[in-house]
């Protein structure tokens, strides 16, 4: 999820069946009849969990341990290890640095692990793997840890860890070396993609079917590798779910390095004056080898700290290496990766956001208020024209005929006390998340790359924000919000109906069929043929039955706006 404010030494014994497994540059290539119960990594073996329909292999290291010397630094080769590594679980996220109530706990620098889930069955499986979201700062593969409803359809899912944050992205000037900084954590994925190809016939799967698909940061990372020259040939489709919300907030390098600048030098104020010991270097006085030694305190409050406030929305920057132009500039260029590509949003994209807020506004009350009749916490009339200016600073939209014309208070339900509420979501969801995902699906098409355009609208997704003991305790109902539809790639909770159940089926084998075939049409039968993009009319809506069902939608870009509203603003 993006938090959005709009103000890795071989064994010898194991050579040979680690390059057969692996597809060597000779000889026929072999894969075990199914996901074996102790598999052959290039750095060891690592023992399954069964588990009903999968065997999965949890926190098998990628990369060595980004700590120490190696804070901020390209990631390395895993240590190899000699004794099977036998581990039930997800290993610790990467350093949370965000307050999100998404924020994993007993997150670790020692973190650049992946999990592999792999069917029943013989292989070789296609190979999904996934990038988490949480805005660059927060997230993990513990919450992905069961992706039965996918890999029950025949394929392998990959979860990745790496680096967020100030580990992640910082790039101080003293950091940069081979001509860049920053981005770290994007050249783990990459590791992470090297360490598939190189592995994952081992586990019956195929290195030349690779799948990269993520949602919100995920997504934004997917986006990412299809610009990166140092992804190409890693994978060989893509799914974005959620991800265009950055397009044109990558900052150049010198920017970025300017506000790196400024984040340590505040960091290192802040923890002077809280007295933390051990810090050896002063602000305006900055080396990497300072840097490196920071204590964990200062890492862990104060850095995370002031990069949040530098950088309210944090993507990748334009460090002229692994993104030697921005994502937007690679597509306009025709220089991005070209391989098939499912793109999509959400329906109510930003009600997530409003209602973190509303959450927020509640527990802080004297005492926490739950009630959902109580409307005195959803954001007032007198607010909604103010955030609407400040979501929309930088496009030349006029704001008053948004607020009087586009977005009348009016067209948003019946309570007064909840039209703020629904229109601010509305708006920042088609600016935001609907058009900069059609505008992008759009550019991919002229290239003359297949591509297919979604948009999950289910109204009765479970809620991740604002449940307390079973019940709904805000004002306004989020509908299809932000990450709600990963309630069916992943068994996040037990879906509530038959209903939820037919969606779940669907959406899984759209997104197996892609993986297997490169067409979310071709293999196992889906309820509805989802047309290849060629224009706004063929964007496949993904709902359960009672909410419209799976089927095109012919008014995506008027429900959104995306036309005379929104076309310059979110050109893609």
């Not at 297919?452 to 449940?467: C, H, I, K, L, N």
């Not at 909410?547 to 509203?565: I, N, P, Y």
């Amino acid at each position: 999820m993006t938090n959005i404010s709009w103000n890795k030494v071989l064994p010898v014994a194991g050579v040979a069946l680690v390059l057969a497994g692996c597809g060597g540059s000779s000889g026929p290539r072999e894969f075990p009849a199914q996901g074996p119960d102790v598999a052959l990594t290039a750095a060891g073996e690592v023992r399954a969990v069964d588990r009903a329909g999968m065997r999965s292999y949890f926190a098998i290291p990628f990369a060595a341990p980004p700590v120490g010397e190696r804070r901020w630094m390209a990631p390395a080769p895993p240590q190899p290890w000699t004794t099977p590594l036998d581990r039930k679980a997800s290993a610790p996220p990467c350093l949370q640095t965000s307050a999100s109530p998404f924020r994993l706990a007993g997150d670790s620098e020692d973190c650049l692990y992946v999990d592999v889930h792999v069917p029943q069955g013989p292989g070789p499986f296609p190979v999904m793997v996934n990038l988490h979201g949480g805005a660059f700062n927060t997230g993990g593969t513990a919450p992905y840890a069961d992706p039965s409803p996918l890999v029950a359809n025949g394929v392998i899912v990959v979860n990745v860890a790496y680096r967020l944050g100030a580990m992640g992205f910082l790039a101080h000037p003293a950091l940069a070396k081979d001509g860049a900084a920053g981005n770290y954590g994007i050249m783990d994925q990459q590791a992470a993609l090297r360490w598939v190809r190189e592995n994952i016939g081992r586990f019956a799967g195929d290195r030349d079917n690779v799948t990269l698909f993520g949602e919100s940061a995920g997504g934004f990372s997917v986006m990412a590798h299809l610009a990166a020259p140092g992804s190409t040939g890693l994978f060989h489709r893509a799914i974005v779910q959620s991800g265009n919300y950055g397009n044109d907030r990558q900052l150049p390098a010198a920017q970025m390095a300017a506000v790196s600048s400024t984040v340590v030098d505040n960091a290192l104020r802040a923890a002077q004056a809280a007295g933390i010991a051990g810090v050896g270097c002063a602000p305006g006085a900055v080396t990497a080898a300072c840097l490196r030694s920071l204590p964990d305190a200062v890492v862990r409050t104060h850095l995370a700290s002031a990069i949040n406030a530098a950088l309210p929305i944090m993507v990748p920057s334009v460090d002229g290496k692994v993104l030697p132009t921005s994502v937007k500039a690679s597509f306009a260029a025709g220089g991005n990766n070209k391989v098939p590509v499912v793109i999509g949003s959400n329906q109510d994209e930003y009600a997530l956001y409003i209602a973190i807020n509303e959450a927020g506004r509640r527990a802080a009350a004297s005492p926490p208020n739950l009630d959902p009749a109580n409307t005195s916490f959803a954001l007032p009339p007198a607010g909604y024209a103010p955030t609407v200016a400040a979501l929309t600073a930088g496009t030349g939209v006029d704001v008053t005929a948004l607020v009087t014309t586009h977005y009348p208070l009016a067209n948003y339900g019946a309570n007064p006390a909840l039209q703020p509420s629904l229109a601010v979501s509305a708006l920042a969801t088609d600016v935001g998340f609907a058009c900069p995902a059609l505008r992008t699906t759009q550019r991919i098409a002229a290239q003359g790359t297949r591509a297919w355009m979604y948009e999950f609208r289910d109204q009765t997704a479970t809620p991740s924000v604002g449940m307390a003991n079973g019940k709904y305790t805000l004002s306004f109902p989020q509908g299809a919000a932000h990450s709600y539809d990963l309630q069916y790639l992943y068994r996040l909770n037990e879906l509530a109906n038959d209903e939820q159940r037919q969606l779940q089926a669907a959406m899984t084998r759209y997104w197996s069929n892609f993986a297997r075939t490169g067409d979310p049409n071709t293999g196992a039968d889906v309820p509805a043929p989802w047309p290849p993009f060629t224009g706004p009319e063929r964007v496949l809506g993904l709902d359960v039955a009672s909410g419209g069902g799976v089927k095109a939608l012919a008014t995506f870009e008027a429900e959104h706006r995306c036309g005379g509203v929104w076309g310059a603003a979110v050109g893609f």
